[in-house]
């Protein structure tokens, strides 16, 4: 419940304590309210894409009084002295979208593997960018089975426009993390999207790989028409931290359905007789290379 003496807004920026608060009248620069910071916090108190509850100061900056709850958050643990954080990359995202390249860098399907099962966990919508397609010739059959499995695979290229209303029209009126390997043409998309954009995320990007948790910026990027999207570096250090090897399958939509069928019910889908898994992978229904993502994943392996 909002409090009707408190004003509400998206946070957009978060710097260093403070939080830049996006209302229907503007932008105000917040600071946590004390009794929000009292005790050791084991995570973000407040992060990029929170709903905000706030009042204004006599000298018009903010002071965050309370964060509303989260629908959901893309989590990264950080190591340190006095245990392990929980840093919130992005909150209440409406969508991850993951850009891999066709070609020039050879997409590393594993890696996309690993971010699909995040996002499963995370319940979080996942849209799969295949970029570069003017390099080859077989952009769709290198990404069938993502197609086959229910995921939607938008199909790319900068330097025909290919795609791109397409993707456009996806980033529309959502919160969309955006996030995939050097190289694979991010910026070149989000430029064709809107002009100056994809320079405008690289800047900040740049600073997050390179500065330390506690003092780099981040940022939500307005969309003309409206919806924001941020670039969420770091997805390939994010461990699926409290996930149990026996969860794993759950987060593969080909194996979840197929479980029920297992003769035995702590089935690990690698050796047990009467294994629907298996069976399904000898038929060829369930693709072998996904197959081999979710026993390295299990194993704890990239």
């Given at each position: 419940?909002?409090?009707?003496?408190?004003?509400?807004?998206?946070?957009?920026?978060?710097?260093?304590?403070?939080?830049?608060?996006?209302?229907?009248?503007?932008?105000?620069?917040?600071?946590?309210?004390?009794?929000?910071?009292?005790?050791?916090?084991?995570?973000?108190?407040?992060?990029?894409?929170?709903?905000?509850?706030?009042?204004?100061?006599?000298?018009?900056?903010?002071?965050?009084?309370?964060?509303?709850?989260?629908?959901?958050?893309?989590?990264?643990?950080?190591?340190?002295?006095?245990?392990?954080?929980?840093?919130?990359?992005?909150?209440?995202?409406?969508?991850?979208?993951?850009?891999?390249?066709?070609?020039?860098?050879?997409?590393?399907?594993?890696?996309?593997?690993?971010?699909?099962?995040?996002?499963?966990?995370?319940?979080?919508?996942?849209?799969?960018?295949?970029?570069?397609?003017?390099?080859?010739?077989?952009?769709?059959?290198?990404?069938?089975?993502?197609?086959?499995?229910?995921?939607?695979?938008?199909?790319?290229?900068?330097?025909?426009?290919?795609?791109?209303?397409?993707l456009k029209a996806q980033l529309q009126n959502k919160i969309s993390a955006l996030a995939g390997p050097s190289g694979v043409g991010k910026s070149s998309l989000l430029?064709?999207?809107?002009?100056?954009?994809?320079l405008a995320v690289n800047e900040v990007s740049a600073i997050l790989k390179e500065g330390k948790h506690t003092t780099v910026t981040r940022q939500l990027f307005p969309?003309?028409?409206?919806?924001?999207?941020?670039?969420?570096?770091?997805?390939?250090?994010?461990?699926?931290?409290?996930?149990?090897?026996?969860?794993?399958?759950?987060?593969?939509?080909?194996?979840?359905?197929?479980?029920?069928?297992?003769?035995?019910?702590?089935?690990?889908?690698?050796?047990?007789?009467?294994?629907?898994?298996?069976?399904?992978?000898?038929?060829?229904?369930?693709?072998?290379?996904?197959?081999?993502?979710?026993?390295?994943?299990?194993?704890?392996?990239?």
């Amino acid at each position: 419940m909002t409090n009707e003496t408190y004003k509400r807004g998206l946070i957009v920026k978060a710097q260093s304590g403070f939080f830049t608060v996006e209302t229907s009248e503007g932008f105000v620069i917040c600071q946590l309210r004390g009794k929000l910071k009292q005790g050791r916090a084991s995570g973000d108190i407040a992060a990029l894409g929170d709903h905000a509850q706030f009042t204004i100061l006599t000298d018009g900056s903010g002071v965050i009084e309370n964060i509303e709850e989260r629908e959901r958050s893309i989590i990264r643990l950080d190591p340190r002295p006095q245990g392990i954080y929980r840093q919130i990359l992005l909150a209440n995202a409406d969508q991850a979208i993951f850009v891999f390249a066709c070609a020039n860098p050879t997409p590393r399907l594993r890696m996309l593997d690993r971010f699909l099962v995040v996002t499963e966990k995370q319940n979080i919508p996942a849209i799969i960018v295949a970029n570069k397609i003017d390099l080859v010739e077989n952009a769709k059959e290198m990404f069938r089975v993502y197609e086959s499995i229910g995921y939607r695979v938008i199909y790319t290229s900068a330097q025909t426009n290919a795609g791109v209303d397409e993707l456009k029209a996806q980033l529309q009126n959502k919160i969309s993390a955006l996030a995939g390997p050097s190289g694979v043409g991010k910026s070149s998309l989000l430029n064709m999207i809107q002009g100056g954009l994809g320079l405008a995320v690289n800047e900040v990007s740049a600073i997050l790989k390179e500065g330390k948790h506690t003092t780099v910026t981040r940022q939500l990027f307005p969309l003309d028409g409206g919806g924001y999207v941020a670039d969420t570096p770091g997805w390939k250090s994010l461990a699926l931290w409290d996930t149990e090897a026996e969860e794993i399958d759950a987060y593969f939509p080909e194996l979840r359905d197929l479980v029920p069928h297992c003769q035995f019910s702590d089935c690990s889908h690698i050796h047990e007789p009467g294994c629907a898994v298996l069976k399904a992978v000898k038929e060829g229904k369930v693709h072998a290379e996904r197959y081999d993502s979710y026993l390295r994943l299990r194993a704890g392996q990239e």
